[in-house]
Structure formats: structure tokens, C-alpha cells
């Protein structure tokens, strides 16, 4: 960085109130912020605890090596019988934030430092889906183009193409985007010539609004759910249609507590990243959950399953809903 862009960001990062400081990241990242270029968290994985494999059936990356060699360890998602398991991923500050404002100004790269060992374990997690789901406010807020492994990792592209083609998975899997109300812009990067399937899931009134609005033809529509947005029964509703046996969550938190109350999340892999962010009304965070109240009506307790390092980045992995009896048959 050239001396005039270091102080610039010395100066935001000092004088500038927290919403001044966050625009300015818009801009351009104050001084001794990661960045994509500069990152944290790029030691490699070393697993601390890693609870035995649940009985049943499951879809396990045993190669190729280098998958196997960077996750330290192989990864066994445990199926069910009769629908397809959720699993999410997030990356949250060590205070509970997985965003630094409520539009999608900045990213989650922000949140984990744009730390390579996360993406390589984000592009893992994508590689043995058969469906990634996002919600529309996800959507709106991400400059990517795809919710692919490679768009996240590229440098192990070749192993995730391996790896889906061992399991005989579909080349990508395919992006669900799912809206209460339509609110998506054609003109967003995910949107125009679509890297990968994509369906995009809401009410009557959202898909009619979208048709108008002419998303591209390539990209599916899918009716579902009452106005105002999906309950419980429309969001099962819409993951038993969606067949496949792994549908990763990435996001985001208002969604996520969607997916909660409705006990759809079988598992959670979390990426603890070693900062403190803080929080006020004039600087708003989203933590992990959002617009959905769990407890405590609706306790949600966690089973830990795996802990894996990173440096000081922590890759925690929990157990949400209890594995169903008729999916642990042998
Ligand atoms: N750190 C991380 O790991 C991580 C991961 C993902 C996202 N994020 C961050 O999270 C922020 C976005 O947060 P967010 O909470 O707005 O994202 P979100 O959950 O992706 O999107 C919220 C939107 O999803 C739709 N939606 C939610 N619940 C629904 C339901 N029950 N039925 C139908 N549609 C439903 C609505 O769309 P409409 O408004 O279109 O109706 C709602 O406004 C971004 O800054 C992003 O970077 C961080």
C-alpha cells in the first residue's frame, strides 16, 4: 500500500465514527485490516478432537490426498434415509458476528480475515453438496458470481472436480436462492450467466415479480410457500423437493433462524476467527441468528463433534438435530 493509502486508512480507521468506517471499508480497507491479498489464517489444519463416525450411511472424502491432507483427516457427512441432511457453514468474530453491517457492504471475508483455511474447508463443504442454499440477502450483499468450490478455492479446483466426480455427483451442485418477497436485481453478478444451476424459491407474489423483472432464462423458478415468506412446512416442503442427499447452508443469519425453528439443521461447521469486532446502534452486526427467536420455547442445543486449528482460528463442527432412527441402520 502506497503511503498516502496507509495514512487514508490510518485516518479512517481513528477518526471516523463506526457506520464512516464501515462505508470507507466499502471503499477501500483501512490500514492492518486482512485482506484478500493480505489475509489471516492461513496455517495449515490440525484436528484436535474428532468424535467416531456415526453409524449409518454417509458421504466421505477418503481422496484425493490433498483434500484429505488439508482437512487433516477424512470428512464423513452422515446421510439420511428419506430427505436430504443440512449441513451450514458460517464464519462468526469470537463476539458472535457474522457480518459487520446489515446490507452486505462488507462480507464474511471480513468476519474470518479472509482466511485461505476457511475458504479451502467452505470449497470442501460446497464440493460434497448437491445443493448449496443461500437467502436472498446473501444474494444481494455478495460481489461472487457462484456458490461453487473453485469460486472459493480455486487453487484446489482440480481436487473438488475429483472429488465430485468420485462420488458421483453432478459437475456443480445446484444454488438455491430463496426470497420472501422477489427483491432480486437481474443485474447481480450471481444472477447473470449462472455458474452453476440455479433455482431461485419464494411465494407466488416474489416469483411474479421476478419474472417481470426478467432473471434469465437459465435460472429456474420455483413456486412455494405463503406471502410473506416460507414456515416451517414450506422451507421442508421446498428441501424434500429438492431431492439430493446434502444440501449445505451458507447463509445468511436471517435465514438461518428460518432453518432453525424449523429443526432443519442437522449439523453446523463453524469458523471461530480470532477478532473482536463490537457493536453499537449506529454500527449494527448481524450475529449468527437473526429475526427468530430459538430460546425458550425452542431450545437448540449442540453436540460437538469436531474441533480442527488453524493458528489461532478455530474450525468447530456440531451436531444440531438428532440423527434420524430409521437413517442409522448399517
Ligand atoms: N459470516 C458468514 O459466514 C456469513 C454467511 C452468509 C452471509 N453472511 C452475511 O450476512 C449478511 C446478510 O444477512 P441476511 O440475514 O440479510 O441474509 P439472508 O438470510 O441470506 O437473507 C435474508 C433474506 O432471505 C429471505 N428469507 C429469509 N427467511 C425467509 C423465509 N422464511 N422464507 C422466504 N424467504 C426468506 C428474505 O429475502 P427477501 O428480502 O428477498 O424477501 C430475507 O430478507 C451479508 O452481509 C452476508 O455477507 C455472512
Known sequence: MSLAGAVRGAV??????PEESVRAMAAGPAAGLPTREHPRGNEPIRTLLE???ESGPVRAVRRPSGLVHGYDGSLAVPLAQDRPVVIANFATALDGAVAMDRDGRTSGGDVSGFSPTDRFVMGLLR???DTVIVGAGTVRGSSGRAWTPEAVCPTHSEDYAELRRDLGLARQATTLIVTAT?????????LVRPRAPTIVAGPAAAIARLRAAGLPDEIVMRTIGEDGGLGS?????????LGGRVALFEGGPRLFGAFLAANLVDELFLTLAPQLVGRSDRAPRLALVEESVLWPELPRWAELRSVR????HLLLRYRLRERDRSSSAP
Open 182 to 190: 422477489g427483491d432480486l436485481d437481474p443485474g447481480l453478478p450471481a
Open 309 to 312: 486449528s488453524a493458528g489461532s
Open 233 to 241: 412446512e414450506g422451507l421442508a416442503a421446498l428441501l424434500a423437493d
Open 127 to 129: 464440493a460434497v453438496a
Open 51 to 53: 468424535a467416531p463416525v
Open 12 to 17: 479512517s480507521a481513528t477518526t471516523a465514527g
